[in-house]
C-alpha cells in the first residue's frame, strides 16, 4: 500500500510571499488532516476534510492560510502571504474514516522556512 | 477540550537501559490514546494506540503503554533501549465526537548513547 505523499519536501521562501503544498492521501482514506508542527512543538490541526468538506477549520488562520480538497482526493494547502512565524513542518495525514481507532497514516512532511 | 501532558522534553538512557516516556492526559470521557514516532526528517509512525481494549498494549519494536484511568497516564515503556529508538515520541488523544481528530502532546526526545 502506498503512503501518504507530500511535495514538495523543503521549501524556502521570502515573508510575504505565497507557497503551496500538496497532499495525495491513501487511496480510498476518506479522511484528510493538515497539521503544522513548528520546532520544538506537537502536531497542531490546521484543518479537516471528510471527503471534500471541511469538518474542522478552527485553528486555520484563514486571513492567510487556504486549503481545498477537489474530488475528496488530493489535497492543496495555500500560504499567502507567509510570515516568519509560519516556519514549521507541514504534515498531512489521511485516515479510513474519521474515527479514532482507524488510526492515521502520515506523510513525510513539507518543511517551510520563511526568511 | 482534551490534552495530553508529555512530561520531560528529553530523556536520556543507556543502550540496554530501561526507556520510561510519561504521558498524562485530561479526556471527560474514556479517551482514545496514541504514541507516535518520529525520525529527523520523517513523518510520524504509529506505535501502539489504546481504544479500549486490553489496558497494556503493545506496539512495534518491542514498545508498550498503560492505559491507567486512576493515574489518567499512558506512559510508553521498553526493556532495553537500541540505538536506533533514538526518536522524538508524541502522545496524543482523540478529540471529538463523529469526526475525531489527534490532539498532540508537545513531544520528548529520547537520546540513546552507547
Known amino acids: 500500500e502506498a503512503g501518504v505523499a507530500q511535495s514538495p519536501r523543503y521549501k524556502i521562501i521570502e515573508k510575504r510571499q505565497s507557497v503551496a503544498f500538496w497532499c495525495n492521501p491513501i487511496s480510498g482514506h476518506a479522511t484528510l488532516y493538515w497539521y503544522q508542527q513548528i520546532l520544538g512543538q506537537g502536531p497542531k490541526l490546521l484543518i479537516q476534510f471528510q471527503n471534500n468538506g471541511v469538518v474542522d477549520d478552527s485553528q486555520l488562520p484563514k486571513d492567510r492560510f487556504s486549503a481545498e480538497r477537489l474530488k475528496g482526493v488530493d489535497s492543496t494547502l495555500k500560504i499567502q502571504p507567509a510570515k516568519l512565524e509560519d516556519s514549521a513542518v507541514y504534515l498531512c495525514a489521511s485516515s479510513l474514516e474519521s474515527a479514532a481507532n482507524y488510526g492515521y497514516t502520515f506523510g513525510s512532511g513539507t518543511r517551510l522556512t520563511v526568511v | 477540550a482534551q490534552s495530553v501532558t508529555q512530561l520531560g522534553s528529553h530523556v536520556s538512557v543507556s543502550e540496554g537501559a530501561l526507556v520510561l516516556l510519561r504521558c498524562n492526559y485530561s479526556?471527560?470521557?474514556?479517551?482514545?490514546l496514541f504514541w507516535y514516532v518520529q525520525y529527523p526528517n520523517q513523518g510520524l509512525q504509529l506505535l501502539l494506540k489504546y481504544t479500549s481494549a486490553a489496558t497494556l498494549v503493545k506496539g512495534i519494536n518491542g514498545f508498550e503503554a498503560e492505559f491507567k484511568k486512576s493515574e489518567t497516564s499512558f506512559h510508553l515503556t521498553k526493556p532495553s533501549a537500541h540505538m536506533s529508538d533514538a526518536a522524538e515520541y508524541f502522545c496524543a488523544v482523540s478529540e471529538g465526537t463523529g469526526f475525531q481528530k489527534l490532539v498532540f502532546g508537545t513531544g520528548t526526545r529520547l537520546l540513546v548513547s552507547p
Open positions: 479526556s471527560s470521557v474514556p479517551p482514545y
